[in-house]
């Protein structure tokens, strides 16, 4: 679902429900300020990844050395990967070779339970090689086998105003409508030193120059001494 509609909530709900039924849940996100919304850990910290630079049966190996770690996935119930869209394709044959061979089982996920969260029009695999050639994961040959049930979130709390809401979603397809663009159109101006903004307004500018010289502008109003 699009940012906004609820995920990090939803997350929150299924980690307390699995709770409550005594199961235990590998909590993670690919990135750490992801994690921090719902008191989780990086996906490579909850491996045991030292190496990022490490995949494969080389990474496996290191893992197999972390007595905290191997216990840590054979305990493991239900995993959630959330942000799951910026994980590369690698690291996810990664994290299927790893639950598979630490648990000993043939099953795709090592037979784990795994949630898998994010946004997949929001973010794209981070891929330090080459970011041109990034793959998702659903390419995964027999992710569709194996993954599902697919849930999609499609109210947004976080965005009330519907023009605004109806932007958003276009424009992470790719499709806005002239109507969309229409709307933008009469929010557009060609100054800001001209432009008739509310006291309040947040300010989204492409360059530190640009940042600064309105920062500046407005420590000059504050009142008080220099």
């Not at 990022?52 to 007595?67: E, M, T």
């Not at 086998?145 to 709390?157: G, Q, R």
């Amino acid at each position: 679902g699009h940012g906004g509609v609820g995920k990090t909530s939803l997350i929150k709900h299924i980690i307390n429900t699995y709770a409550r039924k005594g199961l235990n849940v590998g909590n993670t996100a690919t990135t750490a300020t992801a994690a921090t919304l719902t008191d989780a850990f990086t996906l490579e910290r909850w491996l045991g990844i030292s190496d990022v630079k490490l995949h494969g049966k080389a990474l496996l190996h290191s893992i197999q050395q972390r007595k905290d770690v191997v216990e840590r996935i054979r305990d493991t119930n239900v995993l959630i990967i959330d942000e799951c869209s910026m994980m590369s394709y690698e690291r996810y044959q990664d994290v299927k070779l790893i639950l598979k061979e630490i648990r000993q089982s043939k099953e795709y996920f090592g037979g784990i339970t795994v949630i898998l969260a994010g946004d997949f029009l929001q973010f794209e695999p981070v891929d330090a090689e080459d970011q041109r050639s990034v793959q998702f994961i659903f390419e995964d040959p027999e992710f569709h086998k194996h993954v599902h049930d697919t849930i999609e979130l499609k109210h947004n709390y976080r965005v009330i105003c519907p023009k605004l809401r109806s932007i958003l979603e276009n424009l992470e397809r790719g499709r806005l409508t002239t109507q969309n663009i229409t709307d933008l159109k009469s929010r557009s101006f060609d100054s800001m030193k001209t432009a008739k903004l509310p006291s309040n307004a947040i300010h989204v500018l492409p360059t530190w120059k640009e940042v600064n010289t309105v920062n500046y502008r407005f420590l000059q109003n504050l009142k008080g001494d220099k």
